[in-house]
């Protein structure tokens, strides 16, 4: 099995809305957070919302206000709603834990890629 598997990625236009979701398995379900994380080319990939196990959320600046993650520990699945989509939240997203626990479980899934036309 898998162990991050994300999914709900597609095309949006620019005030559009999109969700995103991951289901997680293995070690990883394990993790005390789990983040998403934003990738253009040629840059690295950016954590732009988190949530504890306890469901505390922290955003980056870029999307505080328009993302919102959730969790489902029950089925150990992580969202992220994305509404006021703009041009620049086009990027692949990826799920995973967070901190030295990415490092620790050692797994990057595929992502989903997310396109914002403007």
């Known amino acids: 099995q898998v162990p991050l598997v994300e999914s709900g990625g597609g095309l949006a236009q620019t005030g559009g809305s999109l969700r995103l979701s991951c289901s997680v398995s293995?070690?990883?379900?394990?993790?005390?957070?789990m983040g998403w994380y934003h990738q253009v080319p040629g840059k690295q990939r950016e954590l732009v919302a988190a949530?504890?196990?306890?469901?505390?959320?922290t955003y980056a600046d870029s999307v505080r206000g328009r993302f919102t993650i959730s969790r489902d520990n029950a089925d150990n699945t992580v969202y992220l709603q994305m509404n006021a989509l703009k041009p620049e939240d086009t990027g692949v997203y990826f799920c995973?834990?967070?901190?030295?626990?990415?490092?620790?479980?050692?797994?990057w899934g595929q992502g989903t890629q997310v396109t914002v036309s403007s």
């Open positions: 995973n834990a967070l901190g030295q626990e990415v490092a620790f479980f050692g797994f």
């Open positions: 293995g070690r990883i379900a394990s993790a005390n957070g």
């Open positions: 949530i504890t196990r306890g469901g505390t959320t």
